[in-house]
């Protein structure tokens, strides 16, 4: 921390202190690109909050988050994002959920081999900025994913093992890895923690899955942390030998875990840069969202958009032929693809005036895919 004082590389801090110039609380404003929808948006992330401990539950935090928002929203980042240390917190703070990652824990016996690795290699030196540009490309093409100038080289090359994928010369994948001890009494056997592992095509992870399939010697089990929930398929035998079996017989074969949380800051802000749909919609509607929002007042009350073909825009006020009642945290999470509208309304959390159109604003404003991110902050 002493050192980004004096030289921010991951961003700024901002301090809460008191009369007599005691610190009691900060929050580091971190400045992202985050891929929303196909767009790079500006995005302000909120990192290492904390509170001095003698003075909890004096509103530090959410002081601390409420100028973070502001400040952002000001500066022209529609959306904000952050790891949780507890969601219920952030979400009255107006977070929503947003990704999700599957922890695999198969044995390398159980990976499907496909006789083939000859296209990886280890990355050296020099493939520094070839593997950085790979990755930026990717992060543009996938929902969710973001891009800062200090996290992403540190967050691929601070870990012991990156290893390339190339075909014709070109990068087509890439994972990062390390050894995880797995008993305190040998150092015979680990396991293998992949942290990311991001390709172009499936021959890129056959390759992949055959130099794990290979380990079997001496790793006792490779941990993918995956945003992929169907990447079982690449194992016969996808138990994750953590013995929770359900029923005395139906095992565990991944361990679901949360990312981040995402939160729409400026409503106006937001709308001007996303002004396509998902898809077609079938007719031309005016949707009035009736948002909620406790800390940005300027969100709350209701905003009235367009959406005709592929597009849909802010306009004046209604007549509306359908309302969306939702707090600032749901609303955040369906753009974002979270979950469905369709879920939303299953479960009570956003409420619809015309349950016929639910398709229809969904692919207004929601989006089919489940945001990706590799990125912890």
């Not at 530090?60 to 400040?71: F, S």
């Not at 020099?126 to 891009?147: C, P």
């Given at each position: 921390m002493e050192g980004e004082l004096r030289r921010p590389d991951e961003g700024r801090y901002l301090g809460c202190f008191d009369d007599d110039g005691t610190l009691l609380g900060s929050i580091l404003m971190m400045d992202f690109s985050l891929n929303v929808r196909g767009v790079m948006t500006p995005m302000g992330a909120a990192a290492?909050?904390?509170?001095?401990?003698?003075?909890?539950?004096?509103?530090?935090?959410?002081?601390?988050?409420?100028?973070?928002?502001?400040?952002?929203?000001?500066?022209?980042?529609?959306?904000?994002?952050?790891?949780?240390f507890n969601p219920a917190f952030y979400h009255k703070m107006g977070y929503g959920v947003c990704n999700e990652n599957t922890l695999y824990a198969?044995?390398?016996?159980?990976?499907?081999?496909?006789?083939?690795?000859?296209?990886?290699?280890?990355?050296?030196?020099?493939?520094?900025?070839?593997?950085?540009?790979?990755?930026?490309?990717?992060?543009?093409?996938?929902?969710?994913?973001?891009?800062?100038?200090?996290?992403?080289?540190?967050?691929?090359?601070?870990?012991?093992?990156?290893?390339?994928?190339?075909?014709?010369?070109?990068?087509?994948?890439?994972?990062?890895?390390?050894?995880?001890?797995?008993?305190?009494?040998?150092?015979?056997?680990?396991?293998?923690?992949?942290?990311?592992?991001?390709?172009?095509?499936?021959?890129?992870?056959?390759?992949?899955?055959?130099?794990?399939?290979?380990?079997?010697?001496?790793?006792e089990r490779v941990r993918f942390l995956s945003p992929d929930p169907d990447l079982h398929m690449m194992f016969t035998n996808p138990d994750s030998g953590e013995n929770r079996a359900h029923d005395g017989c139906i095992q565990e074969m991944g361990r679901r875990t949360m990312g981040y949380m995402c939160r729409i800051l400026d409503m106006e802000g937001y709308f001007k840069l996303q002004g396509h749909c998902a898809g077609p919609v079938d007719r031309a509607f005016v949707l009035e969202l009736q948002v909620e929002d406790e800390f940005i007042a300027e969100n709350s009350g209701s905003w009235f958009l367009r959406a005709a073909g592929d597009r849909v825009e802010l306009t004046e006020r209604g007549p509306a032929q359908v309302t969306l009642r939702t707090g600032i945290a749901a609303l955040s999470s369906l753009v974002m693809g979270a979950y469905s509208l369709r879920q939303a309304v299953e479960h009570g959390i956003i409420g619809i005036s015309d349950p016929s159109y639910i398709p229809y604003v969904q692919n207004a404003i929601g989006w089919p895919e489940k945001p990706v991110n590799y990125t912890y902050f």
């Open positions: 290492y909050v904390s509170t001095n401990f003698l003075h909890k539950k004096e509103h530090i935090a959410r002081t601390l988050l409420e100028v973070l928002m502001r400040y952002y929203a000001k500066a022209g980042a529609p959306v904000s994002c952050l790891h949780p198969p044995k390398p016996c159980y990976i499907r081999s496909y006789g083939d690795k000859s296209g990886l290699s280890y990355a050296r030196g020099g493939d520094r900025e070839a593997v950085l540009d790979y990755y930026q490309g990717y992060a543009k093409r996938t929902h969710g994913a973001t891009v800062h100038h200090y996290m992403d080289p540190h967050r691929i090359f601070d870990m012991p093992y990156v290893v390339l994928c190339r075909r014709d010369g070109r990068i087509t994948g890439y994972l990062t890895f390390e050894f995880v001890p797995v008993d305190h009494y040998t150092d015979c056997y680990h396991d293998l923690l992949v942290r990311e592992m991001i390709y172009d095509d499936a021959d890129t992870l056959r390759q992949f899955m055959t130099f794990f399939a290979s380990q079997a010697d001496q790793i």
